[in-house]
Nanobody
Framework: QVQLVASGGGSVQAGGSLRLSCAVS????????MGWFRQAPGKEREGVAT???????SYVDSVKGRFTISKDNAKNTLYLQMNSLKPEDTGMYYC?????????????????????WGTGTLVTISS
């Protein structure tokens, strides 16, 4: 059974940084597309960033230059380094995975091309 468990959220002031982690188990995760998504209070879930099996990355415009997605295949862990955080980055952050090597759904709600969704971790940015 596939499991994805996100962690690393917290409360920081604007301009600060956080690093989210997503522990993955249950399949050969190194060959899958993976991504981070978020849902702000009262809003629909949106894509944040994805990473292909060959480490190709994509970001939504609002986080480009501030967020970095990466993965450590040896540790079966997905990361999201978030710098220069803004209040509008506040939300529940979810990691997800798709049974394909390449991501294509970063801008395709509601499922964004993902097959498996993990638990969320809450990020709160104060001004």
């Amino acid at each position: 059974q596939v499991q994805l468990v996100a962690s690393g959220g917290g409360s920081v002031q604007a301009g600060g940084s956080l690093r989210l982690s997503c522990a993955v188990s249950g399949y050969i995760y190194s060959t899958y597309c993976m991504g981070w998504f978020r849902q702000a209070p009262g809003k629909e879930r949106e894509g944040v960033a994805t990473i292909d099996a060959d480490d190709g990355t994509s970001y939504v415009d609002s986080v480009k230059g501030r967020f970095t997605i990466s993965k450590d295949n040896a540790k079966n862990t997905l990361y999201l380094q978030m710098n220069s955080l803004k209040p509008e980055d506040t939300g529940m952050y979810y990691c997800a995975a798709a049974r394909g090597s390449y991501c294509y759904g970063l801008h395709s709600p509601p499922h964004y091309g993902m097959d498996y969704w993990g638990t969320g971790t809450l990020v709160t940015i104060s001004s």
